[in-house]
């Protein structure tokens, strides 16, 4: 068996971070908006730093204005997912895109995702869940109206609230109310942390915000203490290894701290963050790992039960997936 056909669980997702470039430039022209800028001269996203990153990815998403578009981008991203193996896939959907944080907009365009997310299902099998995410560099205001939103929508597709953006910006804490408001709705908490931000920010999020996963988190690696912290809370880190490399937080795939952060014991996954930005695929990553590490199927298959085992979903679609 390739790495590709390899049943797989995805954590850590951005949906209009997984918008393939055609795709993009397809409504982009569709409704005469010129966001050339944002693309290199093949054709894929163009950015050479982190910041830059953000403007692409904000440049790309402006162009998906309806519910319709997001209807489009949740079939398309599924597709891809499903072509990889992915079985059951998570993804940050943010209200700030989706209808500017207005509760009423975002209920129409969280329709067409969960329908087309039916669809996906229907044709493919893959399981689609929705984490309501807020953008850190928004500020702390602006992701009261988020938590809101995740809140008025909590059920059986949306199952969490995290947090995105730019780390170095402000303090986990001023976003608690959000997380608090998002907690008392009955969903999950995940937040970007130690991906930008280093140990301490990992220590502030998990003091301040209470999640049960964080995304990235590599930050940790090289402080014994908080490692221990992460393993005596039972905190699974959403690794997604090739978008670090890309932004360049660490050289290369033998250089990344994944192994010896599983060898601490750490309940590890592997997601992709937002593939064509980073010319990824779950596969890639599989083939990657398998080459910096020798890991072998056993190793990923265990991973993904890590996984499966952290997702926000009910308990009776983890014993379907199992
Ligand atoms: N939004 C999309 N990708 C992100 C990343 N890698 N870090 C923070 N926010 C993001
Ligand atoms: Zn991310």
């Given amino acids: 068996m390739s790495f590709r056909e390899l049943p797989k669980i995805e954590l850590h997702l951005h949906l209009e971070g997984a918008a393939p470039p055609a795709l993009i430039r397809d409504i982009a022209k569709e409704k005469h908006t010129d966001i050339s800028g944002a693309f290199d001269e093949r054709g894929a996203y163009a950015f050479k730093d982190f910041p830059q990153f953000l403007k692409v990815y904000e440049a790309a998403t402006s162009v998906l204005t309806s519910p319709r578009d997001y209807g489009r981008l949740t079939r398309a991203v599924l597709e891809n997912c499903a072509d990889q193996g992915a079985i059951y896939v998570e993804s940050f959907l943010s209200p700030d895109f989706c209808g500017g944080g207005d509760v009423h907009a975002w209920r129409d365009y969280l329709a067409e995702i969960e329908e087309a997310s039916r669809e996906a299902e229907r044709d493919t099998g893959i399981i689609h869940k929705g984490i309501v995410t807020c953008i850190r560099h928004f500020g702390p205001e602006a992701a009261k109206p988020i938590a809101l939103c995740a809140a008025e929508t909590a059920g059986d597709f949306i199952r969490g609230f995290g947090m995105g953006g730019d780390e170095t910006v402000g303090h986990a804490g001023d976003y608690a109310w959000a997380f608090d ?49 992460l393993l005596e809370n039972d905190i699974t880190l959403e ?12 050289p290369s795939f033998t250089a990344h701290p994944i192994a010896r952060l599983r060898d601490a014991g750490l309940k590890i996954t592997v997601s992709t963050d937002d593939p064509p930005f980073f010319h ?43």
């Fill in 280 to 322: 990824t695929s779950l596969t890639r990553e599989y083939e990657e790992l398998s080459r910096a590490f020798g890991w072998t199927e056993t190793d990923f298959s265990e991973i993904n039960e890590t996984a499966l085992a952290a997702a926000f979903c009910d308990d009776e679609t983890k014993t379907k997936l199992r």
């Fill in 239 to 250: 690794i997604c290894p090739g978008s670090n490399v890309a932004l360049g937080l660490f």
């Fill in 181 to 229: 408001c998002a907690r008392e709705a009955g969903l999950e908490i995940t937040s970007h942390a130690g991906e930008w931000g280093g140990p301490e920010s990992i220590r502030e999020t998990l003091r301040d915000l209470r999640p049960t996963r964080i995304g990235h988190g590599v930050g940790c690696f090289r402080d014994h203490a908080l490692i221990d912290t």
